[in-house]
């Protein structure tokens, strides 16, 4: 085994290093600025708790996107942002075809 010297000295050493990891996330701006808009409530707890039914209710259809509800001056809108154009409309149009009241909402 090695001391733990030679193993501080071996990391230090050019070209030994791991190559960097590359982070992402989802971001509300370029290509993920678009969403949609799954319903109105009075209530943030409200919002909350449809955005987690729709969530549960099909991961894959929603990709990465967050689960934000948003206060409006109507009340609490509970929304699905960072997403693509065409994943918007694509998700909208499936949660429609189940009954479940949708809009996209466009970036800006």
Same mark, same amino acid.
């Given at each position: 085994? @090695?001391? &733990?010297?030679?193993?501080? @000295?071996? +990391?230090? !050493? &050019?070209?030994?290093?791991?190559?960097?990891?590359?982070? $992402?996330?989802?971001?509300?701006?370029?290509?993920?600025?678009?969403?949609?808009?799954?319903? *109105?409530? $009075? $209530?943030?707890?409200? #919002?909350? =708790?449809?955005? *987690?039914? /729709?969530?549960?209710?099909? @991961?894959?259809? *929603?990709?990465?996107?967050? =689960?934000?509800? +948003?206060? !409006?001056?109507?009340?609490?809108?509970?929304?699905?942002?960072?997403?693509?154009?065409? %994943? %918007?409309?694509?998700?909208? !149009?499936? @949660?429609? +075809? =189940? #009954? =479940?009241?949708?809009? /996209?909402?466009? &970036?800006?």
């Amino acid at each position: 085994q @090695l001391a &733990p010297q030679a193993v501080a @000295l071996a +990391a230090a !050493r &050019p070209g030994t290093a791991p190559a960097p990891e590359i982070v $992402t996330h989802v971001s509300t701006s370029g290509d993920g600025s678009w969403g949609i808009d799954v319903g *109105l409530f $009075t $209530t943030r707890a409200e #919002a909350e =708790r449809v955005l *987690l039914q /729709v969530a549960l209710g099909d @991961l894959g259809m *929603l990709g990465n996107a967050l =689960r934000k509800p +948003a206060r !409006r001056p109507d009340g609490w809108h509970a929304t699905f942002v960072g997403m693509s154009e065409e %994943a %918007a409309g694509l998700a909208c !149009r499936r @949660l429609k +075809a =189940r #009954a =479940r009241e949708c809009s /996209v909402i466009g &970036p800006g």
